[in-house]
């Protein structure tokens, strides 16, 4: 092939793309600096006044707060719930194993609309519930059930068997094994699993805002920002501040998840 | 990221299965297989199934309260084969669907070719660079794109300050082609690695033995590279149109009255309590709607081994 060419469009292709995908965040965390409650160009100044008035935004920082909260429940909860699965799929000889993936993998294909109306529906007209925190909580685990399992399974299948036999002819019954082997092993993927959970349920909102009762997670509290322009610039700030913590946190959870799987994507060729 | 590992795992589970089970015969697996997977299990039956169960029942009732929730009624299906309203928002959704996918794959497929053959050893941290802004608040770069696409917006001022357009495009904005901008730029990251990972599968030696044979460089594209990503190809339509074709928010942010699709009648009916069993209904030709092209493409993977070996 004639490589040095394509490369070179490549590169200019990627550098393009990249700027494409990043000039409307950039232009988000410009405005969370511009001295204007209107969001239009042209700008008209410089100013830190969104930042600091981030303080006094009770209502944003509790609905971040609930954000936070929701989060690292429901990710511990389908962490928990996934790697189970995982293992029961890697290790043993499941019966309607295909069925049992099929099933776990329709929350990822669902359209978020019908699964939050279908939820809505059966928690308000049979369960006769008041929505709460407790229920999107439930409903994120739900959700982050097919990443979670499909990260975990990807690791778990990875590593040889050898050392739970291994622990097994040492004596080691198999919760032990599972909880002094598997889980040290597997924790990497634990980790990587929870940040991608966790990044997914902070940022879910078509979904949750079905079954949201009187607490706002902060993505929906941010949807009714957009309603009332004179507070969306703080709000802004802090999305800016949000955006930025996010790409970090997927940075280290992908760079978990390379270190965990402990290969390049070039070996995974089979 | 999820994608390439659901991707993978295809592939790798079975070598890491087998092994052990044999070691795990003398131990009563039933009981730690139902205490493994009932978990999950249940909450998939407490929150999947049976909420989809309750929404088909309520499809078939006159009302979702009062006395007219024990009739039980075809009306609102017949509403939706007589109500051509119903039935063009659907075929819209779906043709926006369609554009997106098809856009998003194109304008995604030379990234991932770039990352897959040529980023050398940055391959890693330049799909990290993807990958970033596909995880960052979807509300926020929904938001961004109103900024660029606004009558004051970024575009418009641009072309403007550049002397190519005197008064500002009103048609950007609050349009079918804001919404089909927007989701294109949302789901480009997600339709890139799905061809990535299809892409890194390729065996070199197969590009090789093509050049070896006499074929240029673009037939060798056409004849082998091609043809063998069309897996991820396909992954990537899945995963950007089934989203796509539920999608309400990013058409009520910058689609404008023209821009609607079918998700925001939807969300109409049950959050401006208009027609609960119509909502219903409308939801289910949906799930529908996109669960019956999937079924049919795993059979269709299962037998051809498309999606990398057969599963059983």
């Known amino acids: 092939m004639n490589k040095p060419q394509t490369s070179i469009f490549g590169s200019v292709y990627f550098v393009l793309m990249a700027i494409f995908l990043y000039l409307p965040i950039l232009i988000l965390i410009l405005f969370s600096f511009n001295d204007s409650t209107v969001l239009a160009f042209p700008l008209k100044g410089f100013t830190l006044d969104w930042y600091r008035q981030l303080g006094n935004a009770r209502e944003l920082l509790i609905s971040a707060r609930n954000s936070v909260w929701v989060g690292v429940l429901s990710s511990i909860l389908a962490v928990a ?163 930025i913590v996010s790409a970090l946190l997927v940075v280290l959870a992908e760079w978990l998840r390379r270190w965990g799987t402990a290969r390049t994507p070039k070996e995974e060729r089979v | 990221m999820r994608d390439e590992t659901s991707l993978s795992t295809h592939v790798s589970i079975k070598d890491g299965r087998g092994g052990i089970e044999k070691k795990l015969t003398g131990i009563p697996r039933k009981s730690q297989l139902a205490l493994l997977v009932s ?103 929904v938001l961004a794109w109103r900024l660029i696409l606004g009558s004051n917006g970024l575009l418009n001022t641009f072309l403007m300050w550049l002397g190519v357009i005197q008064e500002p495009i009103s048609g950007l904005f609050y349009s079918v082609n804001a919404v089909i901008i927007t989701l294109v730029y949302i789901w480009i990251p997600f339709a890139a690695l799905p061809i990535y990972v299809a892409l890194l599968r390729i065996e070199p030696g197969l590009l090789e033995a093509a050049s070896d044979l006499g074929a240029k460089p673009w037939q060798g594209f056409f004849k082998v590279t091609l043809p063998l990503s069309i897996p991820g190809v396909l992954a990537a339509f899945l995963y950007v149109f089934i989203p796509t074709v539920g999608e309400y928010v990013t058409p009520a942010l910058v689609g404008g009255p023209n821009g609607l699709m079918i998700g925001n009648i939807i969300w109409d009916q ?38 990398g070996g057969k599963s059983e």
């Open chain 2, 39 to 141: 978990p999950s299990v249940l909450w998939l039956i407490i929150l999947l199934v049976l909420p989809l169960i309750t929404m088909i029942g309520l499809s078939f009732q006159k009302s979702a309260f009062g006395p007219g929730s024990d009739v039980f009624t075809f009306a609102s299906y017949l509403n939706f084969w007589q109500n051509s309203a119903y039935q063009s928002l659907l075929g819209k959704s779906l043709w926006i669907s369609l554009v997106v996918a098809v856009m998003s794959i194109v304008l995604a497929y030379p990234v991932a070719y770039f990352l897959a053959f040529h980023a050398g050893d940055k391959q890693g941290m330049l799909l990290n660079i993807m990958i970033i802004p596909a995880w960052t608040s979807f509300l926020l770069r």
């Open chain 1, 81 to 243: 719930l996934g790697s189970l699965a995982a293992i029961a799929m890697t290790k043993h000889h499941m019966p309607a194993r295909n069925l049992f993936l099929s099933l776990a993998s329709v929350p990822l294909v669902m359209p978020s609309i019908v699964l939050g109306v279908a939820m809505l529906v059966f928690f308000r007209k049979v369960l006769g519930l008041d929505l709460n925190m407790w229920l999107i909580s439930a409903a994120h685990v739900l959700i982050s059930i097919p990443s979670t399992i499909l990260i975990v399974m990807a690791r778990l299948a990875d590593f040889s068997a050898n050392l739970e036999e291994a622990a097994m002819d040492l004596g080691a019954n198999y919760w032990m094994t599972l909880i002094k082997v598997t889980l040290p092993i597997s924790f990497p993927a634990l980790v990587a699993a929870f940040l991608t959970a966790f990044t997914t349920s902070f940022d879910e909102y078509a979904m949750t805002t079905l079954i949201t009762g009187t607490d706002t997670t902060l993505p929906v509290y941010l949807y009714s920002l957009l309603r009332f322009p004179r507070r969306l610039p703080v709000a802004v700030a802090m999305g800016s501040i949000i955006m």
């Open chain 2, 270 to 307: 049950f959050m401006r309590g208009l027609d609960w069993p119509m909502g219903a209904t409308l939801s289910l030709v949906v799930m529908l709607i996109v669960l019956l092209p999937l079924i049919f493409m795993a059979k269709a993977a299962q037998q051809t081994g498309l999606f």
